[in-house]
């Protein structure tokens, strides 16, 4: 059985409420899967693979690591050979500790910083390393193209991320996998009616430069301004919770915007179904699924046609596009979704067709699980005792 | 208090030295040279490009990330220094920690907090920012010398994010000997904040870098733009509130409209990337250069070989940049924010736009640029009215009658 093991910043992630089903859809398809988390969460429900804590500071007891000792020392030694003084070397072997014992197939990393961060352990563990690029990892060109080289292999979620991998030169294979969401839980509710009095427009994801969040609040301000009964809700947390807080204070609508962390999966489900619209105010790529949590609800989706939107959204068909960074097209766009009820109601119907069309749980477990296999399977072919590495330097 | 004593003034900050907050090291320097003893006291070390070599009496408070027993084992010392020589504070102290805290945890984490500000003997201890006076909240409960200085983002923005620093920031201004205001909005908000009047909040606006006001006065030189642009500038700390995504928009309107001009923004800050990614998706490239932090002489260079000083700011109280623009005789076109337009008149020295609407800006913009006399006549208004109300001269009488009003006499 090919293991594979998922090396993440945080698990589980709440900005990523899709990432344990797709990654157990892969286990159930034959695929041994375990978490290297830099932080570990509380689930909200059982996870039906191993997740490892990594980093300074989280050791597996005792115990555990004396299991794999043997294997450890020999990577351990690896380090104290290769560290370019003593003290280094000290630190690496500590910092890595708690994988040094593990073996596995292939290491996927969750993103080009989480690789750059631990970038030892594809050769210390012998395994192959295969990168998701994110959007937020374009913020830092140069962590980006040293992740690149590191990898053997590429993943990128949209074809925008692929014509940024080719931009930044990479020449390892790449392949698309769209995100996935589990369509079968987020669904709109059995015969559910479009909801009266306010409208009720959503965001949820990370309050970060590239969702832009200032601009959404800016264009709720100027749909009050046309005398609209709004209210917007902010799922999410981040570096710009401030911005958002302070948009509205200054335009005068604190009391319809309402800024809560993120929701549990249940409550942010409902929280969609609830609502006449979601807004994506996106500036650049920022990896969030949120527009597609809310098509696969039925809720139509008002977007910027920043980074991979326009892929997520067909523009007239399930949601509608406006210019980045232009709170009066957002408004505008809002405003037409908004009052044409007929318009709204279809855009939903055909935003649920198509997110369960394109972009299912299952869909994507399917995708993985045949990237993984390809990857493990070329580095059984390289031989007995022997990894495909590629690009170690 | 004896005439002849020098008054002793501790000043607390985050980090020292710091890229912002150059008006504060304007200040202390100003009163250093006029005699009052300055002890800067600091939470950690920073980085700045400026020159802060005249500020010898610097020291760095405790960490307070240290383990709990080496906390304990500063602590104890430095309390029974503060019991053995001044027990009335002592006593003051413990009661005000009983009272204001819950658990053993957060008494000993306050009062490691406070003990160092309480050992230091001054005439007054000035809170640089709203933030460190919310931090330190109880000393202005145990000692009457403190001074609160309410300088924007700690007024404006901050009380959004939490309930507790909104409850400790109250608790300080209410108690504090004297809380400086650096423009009238920002007094508002604060007596917003507290929900009532603030009998002791003075409005003591920030001074200019007297370098900048020095020499022949710059408004009178001919600017003569470069190859029939016209060149921006805008300095300060790279930050979603100076609304500097906004004026990208602006600028390539601007250039859509036909009308050539460079814009170079001096500073650095966490919004780097989110402005290069702007640069880059908007095709300024060419036009916007982001040049990084300069020092004081770094950024008069900058701001003497520009034609419009261009802040086209979301959040601010009164703008150190916008000031030191007008005083190197530039006109401004600024974001209507918080108390820019105390320092800037609308139509006289500059134009004032709504905040993040990059529209009105490149309507600005356009305006100034295509008229080379009006941005004369404004930079020179510009400069006499800095020269009016903005000197360390200004500053410095304040800021002695605000030592008197708390007792530290000059």
Redesign the interface.
């Known amino acids: 059985m090919t293991r594979v093991a998922f090396v993440t910043e945080r698990f589980p992630d709440p900005a990523r409420p899709g990432q344990v089903d797709w990654l157990a859809a892969v286990q159930a398809r034959g695929i041994g899967v375990e978490v290297f988390a830099e932080q570990v969460g509380e689930p909200d429900r059982p996870i039906p693979f191993a997740v490892r804590a990594l980093g300074r500071g989280r050791t597996w007891g005792a115990r555990e690591n004396a299991v794999g000792l043997g294997r450890a020392w020999a990577r351990a030694h690896y380090l104290l050979r290769e560290a370019p003084s003593p003290k280094q070397a000290v630190r690496a072997i500590a910092r890595y500790l708690p994988a040094l014992r593990h073996s596995v197939d292939l290491l996927h990393f969750d993103s080009a910083h989480v690789l750059a961060r631990w970038r030892l352990l594809p050769k210390l563990l012998e395994a192959p390393a295969l990168v998701t690029l994110r959007g937020a990892d374009l913020a830092d060109e140069d962590v980006c193209r040293s992740a690149l080289c590191a990898a053997d292999h590429v993943l990128v979620a949209s074809r925008h991320l692929l014509a940024e991998a080719q931009r930044l030169g990479c020449a390892k294979p790449i392949s698309v996998v769209p995100e996935g969401v589990g369509t079968d839980f987020f669904c709109p509710a059995a015969g559910s009616e479009p909801p009266s009095g306010a409208y009720r427009l959503i965001s949820c994801g990370e309050l970060t430069w590239q969702t832009g969040p200032e601009f959404a609040v800016q264009a709720v301000a100027l749909l009050v301004k046309r005398g609209l009964n709004v209210e917007y809700c902010v799922a999410g947390d981040g570096d710009m919770r401030e911005a958002v807080l302070y948009t509205a204070a200054e335009l005068g609508i604190l009391n319809r915007v309402r800024v809560c962390s993120y929701l549990a999966a249940e409550v942010l489900r409902d929280s969609l179904r609830q609502c006449n619209a979601y807004v994506a105010a996106n500036v650049a790529e920022d990896d969030g699924v949120g527009p597609l949590l809310a098509q696969a609800c039925g809720v139509p989706v008002v977007c910027t046609d920043a980074g991979a939107l326009p892929e997520m959204v067909e523009d007239g068909v399930t949601g509608l596009l406006a210019k980045r960074r232009d709170a009066w097209d957002l408004a505008e766009k809002l405003a037409a979704v908004l009052g044409n009820p007929g318009q709204l109601t279809a855009m939903g119907l055909r935003a649920r067709w198509r997110a369960r069309a394109l972009f299912s749980t299952s869909q994507r477990a399917e995708r993985m699980a045949s990237v993984y296999g390809a990857l493990s399977s070329a580095r059984v072919a390289v031989g007995a005792g022997q990894t495909a590495r590629i690009g170690y330097g | 208090m004896p005439a002849s004593h020098r008054a002793r003034l501790m000043v607390v900050v985050g980090a020292f030295p710091s890229l912002s907050e150059t008006f504060l090291y304007t200040m202390l320097k100003d009163l250093q040279c006029s005699g009052v003893q300055v002890l800067v006291r600091a939470r950690h070390r920073g980085t700045s490009p400026h020159q802060t070599a005249w500020c010898r009496n610097v020291r760095y408070l405790p960490s307070e990330e240290l383990a709990l027993p080496l906390r304990m084992a500063i602590l104890l010392p430095v309390a029974a220094w503060v019991m053995l020589r001044r027990p009335a504070t002592f006593v003051r102290a413990v009661r005000v920690l009983r009272r204001h805290t819950c658990g053993l945890r957060e008494l000993v984490d306050q009062a490691y907090l406070i003990a160092p500000l309480l050992v230091a003997s001054a005439d007054a201890v000035y809170f640089a920012m709203g933030n460190m006076a919310a931090k330190y909240a109880l000393y202005t409960m145990i000692r009457p010398n403190a001074i609160v200085a309410l300088i924007g983002s700690d007024a404006?923005?901050?009380p959004?994010?939490s309930d507790t620093y909104r409850e400790r920031l109250k608790l300080a201004l209410l108690n504090a000997a004297a809380v400086r205001c650096v423009c009238e909005d920002t007094k508002r908000r604060a007596e917003r904040l507290v929900g009532g009047s603030l009998p002791n909040a003075v409005v003591v606006p920030i001074a200019v870098d007297a370098a900048h006001l020095s020499g022949p006065d710059p408004s009178r030189v001919v600017r003569r733009p470069a190859q029939g642009e016209v060149r921006l500038v805008s300095t300060g700390r790279l930050h979603?509130?100076k609304g500097l995504?906004?004026g990208?928009?602006a600028l390539r309107e601007l250039l859509n409209r036909g009308v050539a001009c460079r814009w170079r923004i001096v500073g650095e800050g966490?919004?780097r990337?989110?402005l290069e990614?702007?640069v880059r998706?908007?095709g300024l490239g060419d036009v916007v250069s982001l040049v990084g932090a300069r020092d004081a002489a770094g950024i008069r260079e900058e701001l003497l070989s520009a034609d419009i000083m261009f802040h086209p700011t979301?959040?601010d109280a009164i703008s150190n940049s916008v000031l030191e623009g007008m005083a190197l005789g530039l006109p401004v076109v600024a974001g209507d924010?918080g108390g820019i337009r105390e320092g800037v008149r609308h139509g006289e020295t500059g134009l004032l736009i709504p905040?993040?609407d990059w529209r009105a800006m490149a309507d600005a913009l356009e305006v100034l640029a295509r008229n080379p006399d009006l941005r004369a006549r404004m930079g020179a208004a510009g400069r006499e009215a800095v020269l009016c109300r903005f000197t360390p001269r200004h500053q410095d009488k304040a800021i002695a009658a605000l030592l008197a009003m708390v007792g530290g006499t000059r």
């Open positions: 404006h923005t901050h959004l994010l979603w509130c995504e906004h990208m928009m966490p919004y990337a989110a990614c702007a998706d908007l979301v959040a924010a905040p993040r």
